[in-house]
């Protein structure tokens, strides 16, 4: 009785770890788990008109513009400002008054360039906003500069992406394509770009395109036969969004690798809005059907899509879908119109977090960036906001009570097997046996039997080891 209380208690103290984690977790669950969030409000600006542009930071430093339409009578005109904000709390450093519409702020060598509603291309000292000169492009300037070895890119709505000195503001030179210029990009000595030109029957037709960095000569072109939106490039792929595809075409001569089909159009405008967010080898993809789309970026294959909501909007100037994503450290941010930020677990596109950020009387087109831990985004309700999301600490919590609750039980089950073999009498030692007989056991019985087949650790094994080690030494338990 004794030996077969003893193997019994030795199967329950072998096959305690299987006991306690027989639950089965899935992938799924565990991944949300370990991304939980706990998003802060670190701060928010209430700025003096809707803020439709992405932020940019550098050195501590948010800037971003605002912009509204004021109408006088029959009279059209545009307020706004450029701000310069702590990023660390949101006071105001400074800001000038232009109305910032689409332009995103970019930020070179101390200067801060930024194209404005009211038809100028700007230059202002980053530390104090002080203007250092103005080009006049002749019509509103919604596209982004872009900065690079003292020149800056610009696309202007006349068709022309111009090349200015980044200290004078004086043209060096530009390119006159078939229809409005979006933001360029450059890298590596070129400057990629796409236009769009409205033709009848209610069409775009757009190209994508690379020019020589230094003197704006065609590198190469590619007609997409539809709209197209601004591109991004990773390595030597750029990618962009053509009418409802994602293409991917080689920067070097603009040949096509692959193209995914991801929606219906919903508008004259691209349905894919976005390409903006690449995160290990995937690329997160905006489109105007309001979901987001996660592609290998090596084929086009689609990984995972979630779909955020299509609200129609009812400010003048609303559009449909999402704004550009961002993604780092395993999830996604992106803006929806139906007024709230997100954030996605980027493995598989799960929602781990959102939060209202606008209204329906305001819509949604600035796009976050993450910056230092920090995600901050504009709002076209007059605001600016800056999350710290951060690992869930209830999560943290829970995993720390799971793992007190298993060392309870272990604590527990041995007690009772120390009081258990305290009821039981110890065997009197044969003393015509020698010692080394008397204490001999086959460990394997005990971890070849059914119950005890379990995957055990090597210091979890030792200490079984010895366990029964011990014990056979007092209750004397032979290979018999």
């Known amino acids: 009785m004794r030996k077969i209380l003893a193997v019994l208690l030795i199967a329950i103290f072998l096959n305690l770890p299987s006991l306690i984690f027989s639950k089965p977790v899935s992938a799924t669950d565990a991944e949300n788990k370990s991304l939980a969030l706990n998003a802060t409000l ?98 509103a300037v919604s596209s982004s500069p872009a900065v690079a070895d003292g020149i800056v890119y610009v696309g202007l709505s006349d068709g022309n992406l111009v090349a200015l000195n980044g200290s004078t503001g004086e043209q060096v030179w530009n390119y006159k394509s078939n229809g409005g210029v979006g933001s360029p990009l450059v890298k590596d000595g070129a400057v990629f770009a796409s236009s769009n030109s409205f033709i009848p029957l209610f069409t775009y037709n757009g190209d994508v395109y690379a020019l020589n960095a ?69 690329l997160y993809v905006g489109s105007s059907d309001g979901s987001v789309y996660a592609l290998n970026s090596n084929n086009g294959e689609k990984i995972w899509s979630q779909s955020l909501g299509n609200l129609s909007e009812t400010s003048p100037g609303a559009v449909s879908g999402v704004t550009s994503p961002a993604a780092a450290k395993g999830m996604v941010y992106i803006a929806s119109n139906d007024d709230n930020l997100y954030t996605l677990n980027a493995t598989n596109g799960d ?24 995600v901050y985004i504009g709002s076209g309700a007059h605001n600016v906001y800056a999350f710290s999301i951060q690992a869930d600490s209830n999560a943290s919590a829970n995993t720390l009570l799971i793992l007190i609750g298993v060392v309870l039980i272990v604590i527990t089950v041995i007690i009772i097997i120390v009081i258990v073999l305290k009821t039981l009498k110890p065997k009197s030692p044969n003393r015509d046996t020698p010692e080394k007989d008397r204490i001999q056991i086959e460990l394997s019985v005990s971890f070849q039997a059914p119950i005890a087949k379990i995957i055990v650790p090597m210091p979890a094994r030792l200490l079984h080891n010895r366990f029964l080690i011990l014990f056979c030494e007092r209750y004397s338990l032979s290979k018999e």
């Open 351 to 374: 929602i781990l977090w959102n939060y209202t950020i606008s209204d329906r009387d305001h819509a949604v087109q600035s796009s976050p960036v993450i910056a230092n831990g920090v």
């Open 214 to 282: 230094t003197n704006g000569k065609m590198l190469w072109n590619y007609n997409a036969n539809s709209s197209v939106a601004f591109p991004t490039i990773f390595g030597e792929t750029l990618y962009v969004g053509i009418g409802s595809n994602v293409t991917a075409l080689s920067s070097i001569n603009g040949s096509k690798l692959w193209s995914t089909y991801i929606s219906g159009q919903t508008g004259l405008g691209p349905a894919v809005l976005s390409l903006t967010a690449f995160f290990n080898e995937v």
């Open 42 to 139: 670190l701060w928010n600006y209430t700025t003096s008109n809707g803020v439709w542009s992405s932020p940019t930071i550098d050195k501590g430093v948010l800037y971003v513009g605002c912009e509204d339409v004021v109408y006088t009578g029959t009279q059209v005109s545009y307020a706004g400002n450029l701000y310069a904000l702590d990023a660390a709390n949101g006071d105001n450093l400074w800001n000038y008054p232009i109305p910032v519409g689409g332009s995103s702020p970019a930020v070179a060598n101390g200067m801060v360039y930024v194209g404005s509603f009211d038809g100028n291309v700007y230059a202002f000292n980053a530390t104090n906003g002080v203007k250092l000169w103005n080009y006049p492009a002749g019509d």
